[in-house]
């Protein structure tokens, strides 16, 4: 029985550019080799932050490249999360939870509803006298819920931003690949980068083993955060840097974006609708991109319950609680429709349902 996971948000294979990133690398040493071959500086490679910097409309000072989204995360809360309390959705991507607890920061949760994260919430602790160091939020096909912060709560928000001298930490890694609907202004657009650290990488757009993340930030903090790196590291990894900035020098960004779209619409879809013929009874999102589905199952299960059962069944998943801080998620899982082909998501899905029926009779 081959093992189907839904666990991680990898893209499909078929979706990584192969051949024109191995010819993207070979030119990037040939053309710049004395560069990306040596040490280089803590904020990364000059065009691909020249690049960045231009799409983003801000200078390239402004913009520091890092190993993965994640790196530029931990930077940020290094810099600032001694300041005061971190305020985080919940749920939230476990990794930074799991960063933000072992430097012993405080952490403050706020929910999330159908539009995304709980405005009247923040508004109601800063109100309070509440001064948090920054907000952590995933406006855009949040992982792991799949939702998406509205038009109007985002202005809202960036307006509370305003009030109360509030930075937002926006991180962006999906809202590229979306197959559905017409896209949302960031949140650093609605600002214009007063108030909004903006996060995203190349792993969900180009591939994940690159490992090119960036962060654009305000001048005085983008400083801060490229000492950070320099403290970490001797010198950042150029060759990778380099790859992408020749992938995207060349016009092939675009082309490979459509194709990832197409294939994350038809495992979203194949996902929904095996969920709706063997879970009817369960409640789930259907996002209109990203790389997760939320699911809530029937009240009284827990997802403890299910996992051995599943893992038996060969069909791995992560368990809604660890996207929590403390209690929530007890009910509820994420699955992750981006790597398994459509045929292999309605088998996997089936049998999932399957270990749920199970655990219903046993708790029965």
């Known amino acids: 029985m081959k093992a189907i996971s839904f666990a991680r948000g990898i893209p499909a294979p078929e979706s990584l550019p192969r051949a024109d990133l191995a010819d993207c ?67 939230t991507y476990d990794r930074p939870l799991r960063l933000l607890e072992a ?32 907000l952590y939020t995933i406006p855009t096909f949040q992982n792991p819920s799949g939702k998406t912060l509205s038009k109007a709560r985002r202005r809202r928000l960036v307006r509370l931003a305003r009030r109360y001298d509030l930075l937002l930490v ?17 949140l650093f657009e609605l600002d214009g980068g007063a108030n909004v650290v903006y996060g995203s990488s190349f792993s969900k757009t180009v591939a994940p083993g690159l490992r090119v993340g960036y962060l654009v930030l305000p001048n005085g903090l983008a400083s801060e955060v490229e000492a950070e790196a320099s403290s970490t590291y001797i010198t950042p990894a150029l060759i990778p840097q380099a790859t992408t900035y020749e992938y995207l020098h060349r016009g092939l960004f675009e082309g490979n974006l459509a194709r990832i779209r197409d294939a994350l619409q038809a495992r979203r879809d194949a996902m929904v609708a095996t969920l709706a013929r063997e879970l009817p009874d369960a409640r789930w999102t259907a996002p209109k991109g990203g790389y997760f589905l ?49 045929a292999e998501i309605d088998e996997g899905v089936t049998r999932l349902a399957a270990a749920v029926g199970c655990s219903l009779r046993s708790a029965a």
């Open 25 to 91: 690398a070979r030119a990037a040493i040939e053309r710049d080799g004395s560069t990306v071959l040596n040490y280089g500086p803590a904020g990364g490679y000059g065009p691909l932050r020249e690049w960045l910097a231009a799409r983003h409309r801000v200078g390239p000072e402004r913009v520091v490249l890092t190993n993965g989204s994640l790196q530029g995360f931990l930077f940020l809360a290094r810099c600032l999360a001694r300041r005061g309390p971190v305020l985080v959705e919940a749920p």
């Open 103 to 134: 430097m012993g920061a405080e952490v403050v949760t706020l929910p999330l509803d159908d539009e995304g994260l709980d405005v009247n919430s923040l508004e109601l602790l800063l109100r309070q006298g509440l001064r948090p160091s920054f």
């Open 170 to 186: 926006e991180d962006d890694p999906y809202g590229l690949v979306r197959f559905e609907g017409t896209g949302l202004p960031t």
């Open 294 to 342: 939320w699911l809530e199952l029937p009240e009284g299960f827990r997802t403890a319950d299910v996992v051995s059962r599943a893992q038996a069944a060969g069909v791995r998943f992560v368990p809604g609680s660890d996207f929590f801080l403390g209690r929530g998620g007890e009910c509820a899982l994420r699955l992750a429709y981006s790597l398994a082909p459509p």
